[in-house]
């Protein structure tokens, strides 16, 4: 069994004796506070621990990162406290030891918000020490190693939670070596037979085509040689869970999948790298359009390779990456590379930058959780982030900007800053304008306009895809509806209580802060957003502030005036007043509005026949009027009938447009051969601006009956 003794020889390859015996002093503190603890497999265990210091020695991280794997579940199952540690080891350490400990002392509604909570509190300590992830990385691979006595469904449970967020983590940082074998583990628990299926299947052709592998092999060796390019290549294996998505995504056998036969070509410097290329090329053609240089554009967590496919011998596949021994370095161990250069083991810092890109990553996921409404939506956003293939566009400086897979210049946009991204109106791509919603590819270069006023869309949370784009956007939208609920809640708690004769600003704070504190809310914007939502009544809410106590009755809570002055609107309120698409209120239009809980107020034409019901109570109608002062356009439904010939659309079309209007929708209802039905929805300024449209409409010959739709 694997022993502190055998770690601490290990150690000594890089770390000095002196933070060897903190290491020590670690395990033993850890072994006296999980004595009588024993895991499910039956071992004492201080062996997990230990097994997970172990794996960080594999990487060289630095010492404090091997103690916190020694005490990292001291926190959470011993009585031993944060402060104690800090007492021993020190706030680094301590520090270390909480991030990766989960919430014990607090009582969840389901494991899906305790995961949540929990990964919500690692990113807070992620964000202060990035070696928290690392070490969670490697204590979440000892428990896929020994998942063996648990249960199915609870291995099946940790397996996925593994595949959706630690894999993909470990991804995003670069360390490939836990990538792959977290997914493997991850692969083998979830689906047991197919990975046994596979192994076997891998085994045996691994078996069938190893003189095939051995002479490409000597062939890349030699051509290296005769040109004096100093490399080494070895050959390359594919993971269980890379093959079976192969086989299922692409829809191809097994057999086809391992025809590809990949090697890697380890070489000094980035110079070799390039002529290695050219020289691969001469011995072997190259398949078009298979080329990726990564190190010239290295991916998102800092890898850098150069990626070719080449016709081997009888057509055969090979596919080749070169790279330098640091790049090899960084592609097995990423964000942990940087701790080599800490350690001593090179002579600059391999993996700075991937570092400095972890940084970046987990600044993004703090502005995330910020903005996210609770844990559950923002380990979403979390998942949705962790996309596995970007793509790389430019600003219009040259700046280079790493975007997953399907981005569109809204997540372009947000990801170079939220405030572009709420105030951006339009893009140019390739100095061309684009649609905002346009899907984005390698190589394009992109400009982003924007204008002061301009607010988030609704509908760009249908096509955006990186997580901070749909936070953002999502945050942006919940202020601005807090902010329109709130003025609306002002207005009517004006207007209700103006019967009495009074205003808000007139009244006693006293009175204001009495209520609040009986309705349990903490601020005055609070109350009143809820009466712009319409979930509190403005007139109950009047009548509580002016008397001494609660009103007698429910009946009276309920009663309000009937009559009042109106509110004036212009139709710029934003997301708390919306217009029924029942009857097409325009200015000019009388109108009446009432509460709809959660959407405020929504306008309708006086005599719209969806009020019925409302107009036998008269008090749940609001008087509203329209402003003098409206700078915008309306939408409003027309029925035409037409005799059928052909261009009267475009004819339509043409007549629209001349009189400054837009059609935003069309549609057509056949009624015979010579009679048909036109329904037009037009964006008009007011009733006179659609007189005017209509009769310009009814001097067609072939237009009949015009009609505005009413409900």
Not at 254 to 280: H, K, P, Q, S, W
Not at 305 to 323: A, Y
Not at 451 to 472: H, I, Q
Not at 500 to 511: C, K, Q, V
Request: hydrophobic share 40%; glycine share 6%; with cysteine.
């Amino acid at each position: 069994m694997f022993t502190i003794d055998d770690l601490a020889d290990r150690l000594g390859s890089y770390l000095p004796p002196e933070e060897i015996l903190h290491v020590k002093r670690a395990f033993y503190y850890a072994e006296q506070a999980h004595d009588g603890q024993r895991r499910r497999s039956g071992e004492p265990y201080v062996t997990h621990p230990l097994a997970v210091a172990n794996i960080l020695a594999n990487m060289h991280m630095d010492h404090q990162s091997l103690m916190a794997a020694m005490l990292h579940d001291v926190i959470e199952d011993t009585g031993v406290t944060k402060e104690a540690l800090a007492r021993q080891f020190g706030d680094p350490v301590a520090e270390l030891v909480d991030g990766v400990s989960k919430l014990t002392q607090i009582t969840f509604e389901d494991k899906a918000v305790a995961q949540a909570e929990n990964f919500q509190k690692m990113v807070l300590a992620m964000s202060q020490d990035i070696r928290v992830i690392i070490v969670k990385l490697t204590d979440r691979l000892h428990n896929m190693r020994t998942l063996g006595a648990l249960r199915p469904d609870k291995k099946r449970r940790i397996a996925r939670e593994t595949l959706e967020i630690y894999a993909r983590i470990a991804s995003r940082l670069g360390i490939n070596t836990i990538r792959v074998e977290l997914e493997d583990l991850s692969f083998q628990a979830i689906h047991p037979m197919r990975a046994e299926r596979i192994k076997r299947a891998v085994t045996k052709a691994r078996g069938n085509r190893r003189s095939m592998m051995r002479q490409i092999q000597d062939s890349l060796q030699k051509c290296l040689d005769d040109d004096a390019l100093g490399g080494s290549v070895v050959g390359r294996q594919k993971h269980l869970l890379s093959i079976y998505r192969k086989m299922r995504d692409q829809r191809k056998p097994f057999a086809e999948i391992m025809d590809v036969f990949g090697f890697r070509i380890i070489t000094d410097d980035v110079d070799t790298c390039y002529r290695i290329l050219g020289a691969v090329h001469n011995l072997y053609k190259p398949v078009p359009g298979r080329f990726k240089d990564y190190i010239a554009i290295p991916k998102a967590n800092g890898y850098q390779s150069l990626h070719t496919t080449l016709f081997g011998p009888s057509g055969m596949p090979i596919e080749v990456q070169i790279r330098t021994r640091e790049m090899e370095a960084m592609a097995n161990n990423g964000i942990a590379a940087h701790w080599l250069y800490k350690a001593g083991q090179t002579e600059r810092p391999i993996g700075a930058g991937s570092h400095a890109r972890a940084r970046e990553w987990v600044r993004g996921l703090l502005e995330m959780q910020r903005h996210a409404g609770n844990s559950l939506e923002f380990i979403e956003h979390v998942k949705n982030d962790l996309f596995p293939d970007d793509i790389y566009v430019f600003t219009p400086k040259g700046d280079i900007m790493e975007l997953p897979g399907g981005a569109t210049a809204v997540d372009f946009a947000y990801s170079v800053h939220t405030d572009i991204g709420n105030s951006c109106i339009a893009c140019r791509i390739d100095r061309h304008l684009a649609p905002l919603s346009s899907t984005l590819e390698s190589g394009q270069t992109l400009e982003i306009i924007t204008a002061p006023g301009a607010r988030p869309n609704l509908a760009w949370l249908n096509f955006v895809v990186t997580a901070k784009a749909r936070s953002a956007i999502r945050h942006a939208i919940k202020h601005q509806q807090r902010t329109e609920s709130v003025q609306l809640g002002r207005r009517l708690l004006n207007r209700a209580l103006s019967a009495f004769e009074t205003s808000l600003e007139e009244l006693p704070e006293h009175r204001l802060a009495t209520l609040l504190e009986e309705l349990e809310l903490k601020h005055e914007d609070d109350l009143l957003e809820s009466i712009g939502l319409g979930t509190r009544m403005a007139y109950a809410i009047a009548r509580r502030l002016l008397e001494s106590s609660a009103p007698s009755s429910a009946e009276e809570v309920a009663t309000a005036p009937g009559s009042g002055v109106p509110i004036v609107i212009n139709g710029a309120e934003g997301m708390v007043i919306s217009f029924a698409r029942c009857c097409y209120p325009l200015p000019g239009d009388p109108i009446v509005g009432h509460l709809s809980v959660g959407k405020g107020i929504v306008v309708h034409r006086h005599d719209c026949g969806n009020l019925q019901e409302l107009r036998d109570d008269p008090d749940k109608l609001f008087a509203l009027a329209w402003s003098q002062q409206i700078d915008q356009d309306f939408p409003v439904a027309l029925r035409l009938h037409v005799e059928t010939r052909r261009g009267l659309v475009a004819e339509l079309a043409g007549l629209v447009t001349d009189a400054d209007a837009n059609i935003e929708r069309i549609g057509i209802e056949e009624r015979d051969a010579r009679l048909s039905i036109i329904n037009l929805t037009l964006a008009v300024h007011n009733r006179v601006h659609l007189a005017s449209i209509m009769k310009r409409l009814r001097n067609l010959p072939h237009v009949g009956k015009i009609t505005r739709v009413r409900s």
